[in-house]
């Protein structure tokens, strides 16, 4: 089973920067899709950013241009580095394993971490 935990969120001014970190215990991060999601009181939960085993990235249109996922399969590790951020951000970020085994998905979320952008 994957573990995730999440680590990096806080406060930060308009503007400023973030890099979230997730660490991963468990026998099948290098096969899955990572991915970064978040969600704001009173909204849905959204897709920030992924990432494939293959290395593909994609974003989520209002966070292009200036935030950056990466992982590192030797250390069972993502990161999200946030960078400009913006009020709209404020969101508890959750960290996202998927992946399917013999035709069955499986999804695993981190605990989340606030982060909250305010001047």
């Known amino acids: 089973q994957e573990q995730l935990v999440e680590t990096g969120g806080g406060l930060v001014q308009p503007g400023g920067s973030l890099r979230l970190s997730c660490a991963a215990s468990g026998s099948i991060f290098s096969r899955c899709t990572m991915g970064w999601y978040r969600q704001a009181p009173g909204k849905q939960r959204e897709l920030v950013a992924q990432v494939t085993n293959d290395g593909r990235t994609n974003y989520a249109d209002s966070v292009k241009g200036r935030f950056t996922l990466s992982r590192d399969n030797a250390k069972n590790m993502v990161y999200l580095q946030m960078n400009s951020l913006k009020p709209e951000d404020t969101a508890v970020y959750y960290c996202?394993?998927?992946?399917?085994?013999?035709?069955?998905?499986?999804?695993?979320w981190g605990q989340g971490t606030q982060v909250t952008v305010s001047s």
């Open positions: 996202n394993a998927h992946t399917i085994v013999i035709l069955t998905p499986f999804d695993y």
